[in-house]
């Protein structure tokens, strides 16, 4: 199973950023998908996730407003669409596969079975 996440960069607060994870070696659609992300010195945290079939989608109340997942289960593909970004959702965003289809509702990173290799963002005020 691989996980292929890209799209990150430099950018400035207030700019948008797609961000994307390309899936190989699993059944795509068998699988939840998620975006965590990790800030230096803190922990990863949940940012978003999507049910299987894209009708479910779930955020963290800090970005519930602004970001979007999506997917699409034709290319095994899995987005997460950033505008008005802030100097705070500087970090290393990760997609993650959870073994559910229906597992969406999963925050706890240990929860889901695998990982990207993470795509680093850094937005400057």
């Known amino acids: 199973v691989q996980l292929q996440a890209f799209g990150g960069g430099l950018v400035q607060a207030g700019d948008s950023l797609r961000l994307s994870c390309a899936a190989s070696g699993l059944s795509f659609s068998d699988y939840a998908m998620a975006w965590f992300r990790q800030a230096p010195g803190r922990e990863r945290e949940f940012v978003a996730s999507i049910s299987w079939s894209g009708t479910t989608t779930y955020y963290q109340d800090s970005v519930k407003s602004r970001f979007t997942i999506s997917r699409n289960n034709a290319k095994n593909t899995v987005s997460l669409q950033m505008p008005n970004l802030k100097p705070e959702d500087t970090a290393v965003y990760y997609c993650?596969?959870?073994?559910?289809?229906?597992?969406?509702?999963?925050?706890?990173?240990?929860?889901?079975?695998?990982w990207g290799q993470g795509t680093e963002l850094t937005v400057s005020s």
């Open positions: 993650a596969a959870h073994s559910s289809p229906e597992g969406w509702y999963h925050k706890v990173p240990a929860e889901y079975a695998y």
